[in-house]
């Protein structure tokens, strides 16, 4: 039973333009939601969270939003880069524990 | 510089042997994590352990093992490989706060 998912394998976007990636979750006890970025053999990195007691959480060209009456969150990357070309992944976690992640989105920016 | 270091990056061997996958970090953190993954599919929890002496098995059945005897250092072990164990295995640490995970790099795992 996948607790997160990311219903879209992959999306393609023209360089400068908005990238959004979505992310549904079934696990009303989750508060914490993290995205991560991932090239082919390297380890997940870090990109934005978000706590469920807010709905928005921005860090430079990088928005989440979180719609906690839907259990979904989206990433919105903003203007696109070619060097945001990697695998997405959404997680989720309850009270800080262990994070349970979506198979990934694959994003690539056209330039 | 704080980090976390997988040994080795990338490992091809042959059905039947005993392998241990190297994860030393110098965050600082007390929770550690094994992780497989696929392409195209979740990261899927394979151990954890919250501290010296403590391990658990995660969300996935594994035929590996693990040991937590120092803080530094949490291997993995298969002991004896065969070709469905070949994936991405990855270790993370994670802050004591929030809950942000911290990875390595990974050990991308052949078993022929």
């Known amino acids: 039973d996948q607790q997160v998912k990311q219903n879209s394998p992959s999306l393609s976007v023209q360089e400068g333009r908005i990238s959004i990636l979505n992310c549904d979750y079934t696990n009303s006890m989750f508060d914490y939601f993290l995205w991560y970025k991932k090239y082919p053999a390297e380890g997940p990195t870090f990109l934005i969270s978000?706590?469920?007691?807010?709905d928005k959480n921005e860090d430079g060209r990088f928005t989440v939003f979180l719609n906690k009456s839907a259990k979904h969150l989206s990433l919105h990357i903003v203007p696109s880069q070619p060097g945001d070309s990697a695998v997405y992944f959404c997680?989720?976690?309850?009270?800080?524990?262990?994070?349970?992640f979506g198979a990934g989105t694959i994003l690539r920016v056209k330039s | 510089e704080a980090d976390i270091y997988q040994t080795p990056r990338y490992l091809v061997i042959g059905t039947g042997k005993k392998i241990t996958l190297e994860c030393s970090q110098t965050?600082?953190?007390?929770?550690m994590y094994w992780y497989q993954q696929d392409p195209g599919m979740e990261l899927h929890l394979i151990h954890y352990s919250y501290g010296v002496n403590s391990t658990e098995k995660g969300d996935l059945s594994s035929e590996s093992t693990v040991s937590r005897i120092r803080t530094e250092h949490f291997p993995l072990t298969l002991e004896s490989a065969r070709p469905s164990h070949t994936s991405q295995y990855l270790c993370a640490t994670q802050d004591r706060g929030i809950g942000k995970l911290f990875f390595g790099s990974g050990t991308q795992l052949s078993v022929l």
């Open positions: 965050m600082g953190h007390d929770k």
């Open positions: 997680a989720a976690s309850e009270y800080g524990n262990k994070l349970v």
């Open positions: 978000i706590s469920s007691i807010k």
